[in-house]
């Protein structure tokens, strides 16, 4: 059985949560696709979701998947967010350099 989720429209910067994720998702309008960012916190000892519409996925480098860092109640969501934001500015790794096979064989 699925469950509703208690949903809230603002987070406090200074404010502990539980985790935060970023997706692609269409919106409401179906308009096109954008990128959302879900952050969760603690409300009346239940979880709430906040979600931050980021703008069109598009805008977004092509090789941002999407992503979750829990924080358990252990992080703010200004450090959260700042964390996302870090995320967001890694360039992409390549598969074969780490697991150590990037050299060509003759």
Same mark, same amino acid.
């Given at each position: 059985? !699925?469950?509703l989720r208690r949903a809230t429209s603002y987070v406090y910067d200074g404010e502990?949560?539980?985790?935060? !994720?970023?997706?692609?998702?269409?919106p409401?309008?179906?308009s096109a696709w954008h990128r959302y960012?879900?952050?969760?916190?603690i409300r009346d000892d239940?979880?709430?979701e906040f979600t931050k519409d980021l703008g069109l996925?598009?805008?977004?480098r092509e090789w941002t998947n999407p992503f979750c860092i829990y924080s358990l109640m252990e992080y703010t969501v200004a450090e959260l967010m700042e964390m996302?934001?870090?995320v967001r500015a890694t360039p992409p790794y390549d598969k074969r350099e780490l697991?150590?096979?990037?050299k060509v064989r003759n």
């Open positions: 059985m !699925s469950e502990k949560a539980l985790s935060i !994720s970023e997706m692609d998702r269409m409401p309008d179906n960012q879900i952050i969760y916190v239940t979880p709430a996925s598009i805008n977004f996302a934001e870090q697991a150590g096979v990037n």
